[in-house]
């Protein structure tokens, strides 16, 4: 019989997660991932199977905490730009809390998509799914007359996905509220 674990595996994951956020995959050692899950050796390979298999759910834990806001975000009521100006105040809020992490997916997708297709493929689902999403919600605004007849929802969901995560990126370097926040508004110009 199966000895229960002595900790709580969700809240140990948000530490390995948090971890691979402030330092990247590469910079993150199995003793610095011990030593913040506060787990031993055995219970870390028993319960997640290695520093890789760690970092997968790690990344999706942050992904599905990410896309579920922007999906609520894009599913309130009111005009596209109302609904996309609140998405881009709390992605603004949001990310000057992140004390300069950035965005996790970013970070990912700088240190590591280049050199692993697995990694790149499933970065590039996550970053369609947000992108279709949106692409729909720019469809039903362009139907209503809230864009211009000829304005291209793909075209443009694929442009704020780009600044969603140029946001965050830019975050790391000039974690400046007066920054982020022109680059909100500019965005929301796009939709003019």
Not at 50 to 74: C, D, N, P, Q
């Amino acid at each position: 019989m199966a000895r229960p674990r002595g900790f709580d595996t969700d809240a140990v994951l948000d530490r390995a997660m948090d971890a691979f956020w402030r330092q990247g995959y590469g910079n993150t050692s199995l003793p610095d991932l011990l030593d913040v899950m506060g787990i031993s050796r055995s219970s870390f390979y028993e319960t997640f199977g290695g520093k890789r298999a760690l970092f997968e759910a790690s990344l999706r834990r942050y992904e599905a905490r990410v896309t579920s806001r922007i999906m609520r975000a894009l599913e309130q009521p009111g005009p596209i730009r109302t609904v996309m100006e609140r998405l881009l105040a709390d992605m603004v809020t949001r990310t000057l809390a992140g004390e300069g992490r950035g965005c996790m997916m970013c970070n990912t997708a700088v240190e590591l998509a280049p050199h692993d297709p697995d990694l790149r493929a499933w970065l590039a689902g996550s970053f369609e799914g947000v992108e279709r999403a949106l692409a729909v919600r720019l469809a039903q605004a362009r139907d209503a007359g809230e864009l211009a007849a000829d304005a291209d929802p793909v075209a443009l969901a694929r442009t704020f996905v780009a600044l969603f995560n140029g946001l965050r990126v830019i975050a790391k370097a000039r974690p400046e509220r007066a920054v982020l926040d022109d680059i909100a508004r500019s965005a929301l110009r796009l939709l003019d």
